[in-house]
C-alpha cells in the first residue's frame, strides 16, 4: 500500500484469478477490468469506506502477469539456462536474480507433474546474466520485444518478468540499435558482445556473476521439456 499525498491510498492487492485464454483477452482488450471484476470492487469499495474511505476508485487498467510469448527471437531463454547462469560471462551485460514466480499458482500444473515422476515443482532463485537475444526477432526487421512477452520459454517468464531486468535489457538494446544503424545492419544481427564491448569501453558495464545450478537445472530442464514444451 502506497501513501500519496492529501491523505489518499493507493492499494495494490486485488488478485483476479483467470486462465491463459482469459489473460490473453484481457491483453488484446487493452487491459481494462471486466464487468466481473468491477463488480469484485464493488465488495472491496463497501469494506474500505467500511473503515474510513471517503471515496474509491478501481484501477482503469489491470496488470496482466503475463499473456504469451513472442516467438522467432534469435535465442529463447529458459527457465533451466537461467539456472545455468543465462548469458555466458565473456558477453554478458549484467546479471540478475529473481525467483520463479508463479504466486497464484498455475491449475493443473502439480497433476501433471505427478503424473510424470516429478515430485516438486519448487526451484531454486536463479541469478543469470544478462542479454539481448531473447528479446530480438529474427522474422519482423529491426524489431525488438522487452517485456514479460520476450522470447522466454518454460518457466523463464516468471523470473524474467520483473521491469528492473527488462531495464537492463531495454538499455542494451538502446546501444544495439546505434550500432545496427552505423553499421548498417538489421537489429537481430547485433550480437551480445558487441554491446557488451561498448559498455567495457565506456566504463558502463555491471558486475557479472551469474551462478550455475547444475543439479537444479538439470531438474528444471527435464520439468520443462516434459510439462511446458509439448
Known amino acids: 500500500m502506497a501513501i500519496l499525498p492529501g491523505g489518499r491510498l493507493s492499494w495494490n492487492a486485488l488478485l483476479c ?16 477490468p471486466s464487468a466481473k471484476i468491477l463488480e469484485e470492487m464493488n465488495f472491496v469499495e463497501t469494506w474500505l469506506k467500511g473503515i474510513g474511505a471517503k471515496a474509491v476508485k478501481p484501477a482503469s487498467e489491470l496488470y496482466i502477469r503475463h499473456a504469451g510469448n513472442i516467438t522467432g527471437v534469435v535465442d529463447p531463454l529458459y527457465g533451466s ?72 520459454q518454460g518457466f523463464a517468464s516468471s523470473a524474467g518478468r520483473i521491469v528492473e531486468f527488462n ?26 558482445s558487441e554491446v557488451r564491448k561498448v559498455l567495457l569501453s ?15 537445472a538439470k531438474k528444471l530442464k527435464n520439468f520443462e521439456s516434459l510439462l511446458v514444451l509439448v
Open 17 to 32: 484469478k483467470v486462465n491463459g485464454s482469459e489473460a490473453e483477452e484481457f491483453a488484446k482488450a487493452g487491459a481494462k
Open 81 to 152: 539456462q537461467m539456472l545455468l547462469g543465462g548469458t555466458p560471462n565473456w558477453s554478458a551485460l549484467g546479471t540478475f536474480g529473481y525467483h520463479f514466480d508463479v504466486r497464484g499458482g498455475i491449475e493443473g500444473l502439480g497433476n501433471r507433474a505427478s503424473e510424470n515422476g516429478i515430485k516438486s515443482v519448487s526451484f531454486s532463485k536463479p541469478i543469470f546474466n544478462i542479454g539481448i537475444q531473447h528479446a530480438q526477432i529474427k522474422t519482423v526487421p529491426n524489431l525488438t520485444v522487452v517485456s514479460p512477452g520476450s522470447g522466454f
Open 167 to 192: 531495464a537492463g535489457v531495454g538499455q542494451a538494446l538502446g546501444i544495439a540499435a546505434i550500432t545496427a544503424l552505423l553499421s548498417g545492419r538489421n537489429l537481430s544481427n547485433v550480437s551480445n
Open 202 to 216: 565506456t566504463k558502463q558495464l555491471p558486475r557479472v556473476y551469474g551462478y550455475a545450478n547444475n543439479n537444479e
